[in-house]
C-alpha cells in the first residue's frame, strides 16, 4: 500500500513511519511538501497517486497560535482541506488528525463526537476548522480527534517530565487540567486497523487524476469522525506522578493551578486550555479498535526510552 505521510518528521510523523514500515511509504516535511501550498499538494497527490494519505503536518504551539493566527490557520485549516480535496480527488484515504482542545471543557462526563466543539483557543478554532473543512470536501476522510499526544519521538510531555524528575528534587504540575494522555503509537495502530477495515472496493487500485470524485460517501460507510485516546482520564500532575515513578525519577510532584503555573513563569495565561476534555472512545470501540489504558501505554514508552538511553 503507498501510503503518504505530512509532516513525517512531527512525533506523529515518525510513529507512522514505525508503524507503517513496510509499505510503500512517501515522507513528505514542510521542505518537500508545504501543505498549506494547493497547487502544490494537488500536484504532489496527482503524481504520487497514494491510497492513502495521513496529515501529520499541524501547527501545534498552542500558545504561539493566540499571537500569529494567520499560519496557525493556514496550516490547521488550509493544509487540511488542500489534502482533502487531492484525496478526494485521487480517491485516496484520508487521515486528518484533531484534538480534545476542540471542546470548552465545561462538561463533567467523556466527550462523545455529537458533542457541540466550543473552542476556548485558537488552535483550537484553527483544527476545528480543519475538521469543517476535511467534512465539507467530503471523500474517504477520517478525522480522528486525540489528546495529549506523546511518543519516543520529538520533544513532549513525557520526555520532558521523565528527563526533569531525574534532575530536579521537585516539580510543579497544573492539577486542574483533566484529559487523556494518549500514545502516539496507539493512535497511529488504530489508522491502521481503520485502513484493514475499508472495504477493498474502496481502496483505490491504480488511482487516476480524472478530476472528478472516487471517493466513497461517507453516508453508508465508517468514514467519518472519530475520538481516539487512552483509556482513563488523569490531571497533568497525575501524568507527571506516574511519569517520575516508571522512569525511576526522585523528583517530588507538587500540584498547581494553571494560574499559579503561568505566575510563576511571569506570565498570563495566554492560550485557555479546557479544564476537563476527556475523549469518550465508544464510537471507535465499536469497529472492534481498541483503546489502551494510558498507564500500560506509558509504561511501553518508558521502557522504549530506556532502551534507547534516553533515560
Ligand atoms: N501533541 C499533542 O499533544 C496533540 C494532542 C491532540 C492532537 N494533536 C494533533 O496531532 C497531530 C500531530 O501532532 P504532533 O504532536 O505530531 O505535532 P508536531 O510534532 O508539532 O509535528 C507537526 C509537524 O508538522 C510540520 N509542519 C508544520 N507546518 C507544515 C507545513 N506547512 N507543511 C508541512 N508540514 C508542516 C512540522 O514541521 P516543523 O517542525 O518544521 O514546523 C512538524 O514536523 C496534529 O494534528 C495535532 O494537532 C496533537
Same mark, same amino acid.
Given at each position: 500500500?503507498?501510503?503518504?505521510?505530512?509532516?513525517?518528521?512531527?512525533?506523529?510523523?515518525?510513529?507512522?513511519? *514505525?508503524?507503517? #514500515?513496510?509499505?510503500?511509504?512517501?515522507?513528505?516535511?514542510?521542505?518537500?511538501?508545504?501543505?498549506? &501550498? !494547493?497547487?502544490?499538494?494537488?500536484?504532489?497527490?496527482?503524481? $504520487?497517486? =497514494?491510497?492513502?494519505?495521513?496529515?501529520? #503536518?499541524?501547527?501545534?504551539?498552542?500558545?504561539? !497560535?493566540?499571537?500569529?493566527?494567520?499560519?496557525?490557520?493556514?496550516?490547521?485549516?488550509?493544509? $487540511?482541506?488542500?489534502? #482533502? $480535496? /487531492? /484525496?478526494?480527488?485521487?480517491?485516496?484515504?484520508?487521515?486528518?488528525?484533531?484534538?480534545?482542545?476542540?471542546? *470548552?471543557?465545561?462538561?463533567?462526563?467523556?466527550?462523545?463526537?455529537?458533542?457541540?466543539?466550543?473552542?476556548?483557543?485558537?488552535?483550537?478554532?484553527?483544527?476545528? *476548522?480543519?475538521?469543517?473543512?476535511?467534512?465539507?470536501?467530503?471523500?474517504?476522510?477520517?478525522?480522528? %480527534?486525540?489528546?495529549?499526544?506523546?511518543?519516543?519521538?520529538?520533544?513532549?510531555?513525557?520526555?520532558?517530565? #521523565?528527563?526533569?524528575?531525574?534532575?530536579?528534587?521537585?516539580?510543579?504540575?497544573?492539577? &486542574?487540567?483533566?484529559? +487523556?494522555?494518549?500514545?502516539?503509537? &496507539?493512535?497511529?495502530?488504530?489508522?491502521?486497523?481503520?485502513? *484493514?477495515?475499508? =472495504?477493498?472496493?474502496?481502496?483505490?487500485?491504480?488511482?487516476?487524476?480524472?478530476?472528478?470524485?472516487?471517493?466513497?460517501?461517507?453516508?453508508?460507510?465508517?468514514?467519518?469522525?472519530?475520538?481516539? !485516546?487512552?483509556?482513563?482520564?488523569?490531571?497533568?500532575?497525575?501524568?507527571?506522578?506516574?511519569?517520575?515513578?516508571?522512569? &525511576?525519577?526522585? !523528583?517530588?510532584?507538587?500540584?498547581?493551578?494553571?494560574?499559579?503555573?503561568?505566575?510563576?513563569?511571569?506570565?498570563?495565561?495566554?492560550?485557555? %486550555?479546557?479544564?476537563?476534555? =476527556?475523549?469518550? +472512545?465508544?464510537?471507535?470501540?465499536?469497529?472492534?479498535?481498541?483503546?489502551?489504558?494510558?498507564?500500560?501505554?506509558? $509504561?511501553?514508552?518508558?521502557?522504549?526510552?530506556?532502551?534507547?538511553?534516553?533515560?
Amino acid at each position: 500500500m503507498k501510503i503518504l505521510i505530512t509532516g513525517a518528521n512531527g512525533q506523529l510523523g515518525l510513529t507512522l513511519q *514505525d508503524v507503517f #514500515a513496510g509499505n510503500d511509504l512517501v515522507l513528505t516535511d514542510k521542505e518537500t511538501l508545504d501543505i498549506t &501550498d !494547493a497547487k502544490a499538494v494537488d500536484n504532489f497527490v496527482d503524481v $504520487a497517486k =497514494p491510497n492513502v494519505i495521513i496529515n501529520a #503536518a499541524a501547527y501545534t504551539a498552542v500558545d504561539q !497560535a493566540e499571537i500569529d493566527k494567520e499560519l496557525a490557520k493556514k496550516i490547521n485549516l488550509n493544509g $487540511a482541506k488542500n489534502l #482533502a $480535496a /487531492a /484525496a478526494k480527488k485521487t480517491g485516496a484515504i484520508f487521515f486528518q488528525v484533531s484534538t480534545d482542545f476542540v471542546f *470548552d471543557g465545561k462538561k463533567s462526563k467523556p466527550y462523545v463526537e455529537s458533542d457541540e466543539p466550543n473552542p476556548l483557543s485558537y488552535y483550537g478554532q484553527s483544527k476545528l *476548522d480543519g475538521e469543517k473543512a476535511v467534512a465539507a470536501v467530503g471523500g474517504k476522510y477520517f478525522i480522528l %480527534r486525540t489528546a495529549w499526544l506523546y511518543s519516543p519521538f520529538g520533544k513532549n510531555f513525557v520526555k520532558t517530565i #521523565a528527563k526533569l524528575g531525574r534532575e530536579k528534587e521537585e516539580l510543579k504540575i497544573v492539577s &486542574d487540567q483533566i484529559g +487523556c494522555p494518549t500514545y502516539a503509537y &496507539d493512535l497511529a495502530l488504530a489508522m491502521k486497523q481503520l485502513i *484493514d477495515l475499508v =472495504p477493498s472496493n474502496q481502496v483505490i487500485e491504480q488511482p487516476v487524476s480524472t478530476g472528478t470524485s472516487q471517493g466513497g460517501s461517507s453516508n453508508d460507510s465508517i468514514f467519518g469522525l472519530y475520538h481516539f !485516546a487512552g483509556t482513563g482520564e488523569c490531571s497533568w500532575f497525575e501524568f507527571a506522578q506516574e511519569i517520575v515513578k516508571l522512569s &525511576d525519577g526522585k !523528583a517530588k510532584v507538587i500540584p498547581q493551578t494553571s494560574y499559579e503555573y503561568a505566575a510563576s513563569r511571569g506570565e498570563t495565561i495566554i492560550a485557555e %486550555r479546557p479544564k476537563y476534555s =476527556p475523549l469518550n +472512545c465508544d464510537k471507535i470501540e465499536k469497529l472492534g479498535i481498541k483503546t489502551i489504558p494510558w498507564q500500560e501505554s506509558l $509504561a511501553k514508552c518508558i521502557e522504549i526510552l530506556k532502551q534507547n538511553k534516553e533515560l
